[in-house]
């Protein structure tokens, strides 16, 4: 398992609950044996004062003095010794999961035991920062109580003690550190209230610490959520949830505005607490946003390039919704819109789609409507047929679709039309072709390059008459993904439209493809809207 250090100081903190994870934490304690002014001073006039030594053998608390060094003085205490330190007339002692006792031999090595501490976890050593000693914990625990303040890891002013000796200032030690004890960091949050968020915008959220707190620029915060939960195996349970990072932006003397990474949503009533790496979000695969609408459009202009003048375009016109698991999409596209010198060009699919929706995948179906102003026998499988109806024919369509990935992350994303021909040149049921036939298949890989840009590849086609591809950006210009967000894209590829028509030849009526093809440019936009914030649901 993971180890992290967290720091606390002892007399402001208490030790809860249990959690899942194995984390590494310090804890200050001040100095029990702090003397005063006058005491000092005194002890400064006891030059003449014996040496005392402090070792540890299993049990065993060892104490000798220069006056009697053959003359040990055996503690037996209830659990195995870690460590020992001595400072200032107190020894420290280091007792596993056993906690820590302090011992008094200010006066005599008589050690009179002070008090006993039961941290939860494991007491391993101890080292000085400044005038104060800190105990080293190695422990299972780490949710802390409301009026806890995250503070700055101070460096540790030396390394833990592990049986040897060492010495008040009134004594010199045989064996003593030579290392000397380091400055230590300024504490990040010295106020006593808790740190909340005051307000959330569009992906970003204003704390009520600032400068004067000591916050910095890019410096990150964990936020929590109150979790309840009532399942039928597990019964009623409720719990802290990590639901987002913030980072922060832009700093004043009092506040600080932090942004928040795609797919994160926080609510006034959340929790602060430090960022640990393990918090770090994952751009490839962020947190799924729920009870959103999106409305997104794109639209692909292009000009011909064969001998003959024309143009088109490739639209996407889409709306929709994802709930706590499901999705619900209507959508218009790809529609294909062209003209050349011989006719124009009319192609599209009018789908209504839905399914299960998760943070990993999405799978659904959908059916509707394809219209062409063509020959839609030929171009759906009669490829004989040779009527002269121009006018604008519909067919009943069915869609697949699945979503590999997190919707807001590295994804891949496929969807496959079908659609009914309605064989009408059958002269009997012997011969009916009609049925279900492929009608085209669209994809568009995402990949993430920061918390708010993409990487897109997308393209498609088939036999309902148009073919594109493109590669392009998509860009969150405002907002991270959650209600208020606005998206905008911008890509470039290649696109055709084609139909089958009947058009005056210098032979007469015949049947010809009419295509619509060159290089194009795409513009998209993206928004969401729906939970508005700060209301927490």
Not at 355 to 364: E, I, L, T, W
């Amino acid at each position: 398992m993971k180890k992290q250090l967290l720091f606390h100081h002892i007399p402001s903190v208490y030790f809860l609950s249990r959690m899942a994870i194995v984390v590494v934490s310090m804890w200050a304690v001040s100095s029990h044996a702090q003397q005063t002014t006058a005491e000092a001073a005194k002890d400064m006039q006891h030059t003449s004062a014996p040496e005392i030594h402090v070792a540890f053998e299993g049990n065993n608390l060892i104490l000798t003095t220069s006056e009697a060094p053959n003359e040990p003085k055996s503690i037996k205490l209830d659990a195995p010794i870690q460590s020992v330190l001595l400072h200032r007339g107190t020894v420290y002692v280091a007792l596993g999961n056993s906690g820590m006792q302090t011992f008094n031999i200010t006066a005599d090595p008589a050690a009179i035991p002070e008090r006993t501490l039961q941290p939860q976890g494991s007491v391993t050593g101890f080292f000085l920062v400044g005038d104060n000693v800190w105990m080293q914990l190695e422990s299972v625990s780490g949710l802390p109580v409301n009026e806890w303040q995250p503070v700055s890891i101070p460096s540790p002013a030396a390394k833990p003690v592990k049986k040897t000796t060492s010495t008040p200032p009134q004594v010199t030690a045989k064996k003593q550190s030579s290392e000397k004890a380091k400055p230590t960091a300024p504490a990040i949050f010295e106020r006593q209230e808790p740190i909340q968020i005051v307000k959330v915008g569009q992906g970003e959220a204003l704390l009520n610490v600032g400068a004067k707190d000591g916050v910095r620029v890019a410096q990150r915060f964990s936020v929590f959520r109150e979790t309840r939960l009532n399942k039928k195996e597990l019964g009623r349970f409720s719990g802290r949830e990590q639901v987002a990072v913030l980072t922060v932006i832009a700093v004043n003397e009092s506040s600080c505005l932090a942004k928040l990474p795609r797919g994160d949503r926080v609510y006034t009533s959340d929790i602060i607490a430090p960022f640990e790496a393990d918090h770090a979000p994952r751009k490839a695969y962020p947190r799924r946003t729920d009870h959103i609408t999106e409305l997104a459009f794109a639209l692909r202009p292009l000009i011909n390039v064969d001998s003959q003048k024309g143009a088109g375009a490739l639209v996407d016109v889409e709306a929709t919704h994802y709930g706590a698991h499901t999705f619900i999409n209507l959508k218009l596209g790809p529609g294909a819109f062209g003209y050349n010198e011989d006719s124009n060009v009319l192609s599209m699919s009018l789908l209504a789609q839905g399914g299960y929706d998760s943070r990993a995948f999405a799978v659904g179906l959908g059916a509707g409507l394809a219209l062409v102003n063509g020959n839609m026998d030929r171009m759906l499988g009669r490829w004989d047929a040779d009527s002269a109806d121009e006018s604008t024919k519909g067919a009943f369509a069915l869609s697949q679709f699945v979503r590999l990935g997190a919707r807001d992350g590295l994804n891949l994303t496929v969807q496959n039309t079908f659609f009914y021909y309605h064989d009408k040149t059958a002269a009997d049921a012997s011969e009916d072709d009609s049925g279900f036939v492929y009608g085209g298949t669209t994809g568009k890989l995402n990949i993430p390059l920061n918390d708010r840009m993409d990487l897109f590849f997308n393209g498609g086609g088939g036999r309902f008459g148009y073919a594109f591809g493109e590669v392009g950006i998509f860009a969150w210009i405002r907002g991270n993904g959650d209600a208020g967000s606005l998206g905008i894209s911008a890509a470039t590829g290649g696109a055709g439209m084609w139909v089958y028509k009947q058009i005056q030849t210098d032979w007469g009526l015949d049947s010809e493809r009419i295509t619509v093809g060159g290089p194009m440019v795409s513009l998209g936009f993206a928004y969401r809207f729906g939970t508005p914030h700060p209301a927490k649901p």
